[in-house]
């Protein structure tokens, strides 16, 4: 009797035993089947290091093509992300445009046209828009010749109306047929807007710099935080724990600035859009983030040093305050070896990560860098930027033409409910919310 008992237990267990194993088995079996058909010719590692996001082979890309991108760094970062806009509104990819190495626009053949991916990263690009927005290379195009025309209206009788009656015209089964929509006419910035600026700050936080660029922005954060560590008589610095602060100012005093300012005031009626630098360094004295601020507050000036009526922005601080600019650093060299938009770009970054911000709210370039460190201050976990109400929080900015609180300059943050990006392209004075 016992030795049935016995001989059935163990049968039991061989069976059990067994049962786990065709389990474990098939388990095994469906991961490497889902694997290969997947991932074909695919390593896990490669899975990872590879940014790049490919289309799948079988399906039929649709394409838009937009004219080659001008003017200055954040226009063109704006005209970049309506283009991509656009291609999302007309299920479409954006081809790689061809971006503006300088900033002549109105002599086409002075345009130094660059690469797109000269500039931004193209796989960490798709990578993080995966889902919303892409771009494709030409190489993606399988029919050149497969394409039709969409001029962009323009004049007072082009409402924003009629243009997006066209775009939605486009959207139609009529022209599935064409793989490439290639719009024709004025630079995308130029277009009309059909987009609330959350839609234009996903784009926008997708746009990373190529290595080369960003390492030689590190290069400059770096050489201004050293100029506020405790200096050694070998002139070297002692090393600190937490990297010394500091504020970076978009001075925009410049000789083509301050002719541009002046005819926006007389032609809006205003007289808020240029500030001269006494009352830049007189409002920047007066903000009270800077008071937390252990002596001596680093001012990185972002200004084109080569485009300055006078050599004297370094003087004039109130006490207790470091002003630096490139030829101070010495990172001229960094900059002199890029054309016009890489410069702007490093310049960018700088003031992207500056503890404190201060720029002209009618600047493009200003109103950008205050749009990317709001959306930093949203991945922090605040909902609501304009309920901060500029007060106490990280990554501060403010707009020195406009006069806040204490004769300092006002608060600045972005609107993310704001329906289109008209204030940040075009420059105001709601910078609050």
Known sequence: MDFLKLKHMKFCKFHVNYLVSICVFLIILSLII????????????????????????????????????????NNQKIAFARACLTARMLNRTLLMPSLSASLFYKEIDQLQPISFDKVFDFAKFNALCNGFVRVSRYSDVRNQTNLINLQKGSGRKWTIERD???????????????????????????????????????????LVLVDEISRQANEVVSKIRAFGGETKRDGSSYPTPKPTPYVAIHMR????????????????????????KEEITTRVANIRALKALKPPTI????????????????????????????KRLGVTAV?????????AAIDYEVCLR??????NSYSTFSSLVVLGRSQKLINTGVTDTCG??????????????????????????????????????YGSSNVSC
């Not at 410049?254 to 205003?270: G, L």
């Not at 990185?300 to 305050?321: C, H, P, R, T």
């Open 354 to 359: 500056a503890n404190v911000f201060v720029g």
């Open 34 to 73: 889902r694997t290969t058909l997947f991932f074909p010719n695919s390593s896990a590692s490669t899975l990872f290091k590879n940014y790049e996001i490919e289309p799948s082979k079988n399906a039929r890309l649709k394409f838009l093509e937009v004219p080659q991108i001008v003017w200055g760094l």
């Open 388 to 425: 901060a109400n500029g007060a106490n929080v990280t990554w501060p900015s403010y707009a020195y033409n406009l006069k806040g609180e204490d004769g300092g300059p006002r608060p600045w943050m972005t609107n993310f409910k704001d329906s289109s990006l008209q204030e940040i392209s």
């Open 299 to 326: 001012l990185y000036l972002a200004v084109a040093n080569e485009l300055l009526d006078d050599d004297s922005i370094l003087n004039g601080w109130k006490q207790g305050m470091l002003p630096v600019d490139k």
């Open 253 to 276: 005093i410049e000789k083509d600035w301050m002719i541009h300012c002046k005819k926006r005031e007389q032609r809006s009626n205003v007289t808020n859009i240029c500030s001269s």
């Open 164 to 206: 997006l009656d066209q775009l939605n015209e486009f959207s139609k089964r009529d022209y599935e047929e064409y793989e490439t929509v290639r719009i024709t006419g004025k630079n995308p910035f130029l277009w009309h807007d059909h987009w609330p600026v959350s839609d234009y700050a996903k784009v926008f936080e997708c």
């Open 335 to 343: 900059y002199d070896k890029h054309p016009y938009l890489i410069q």
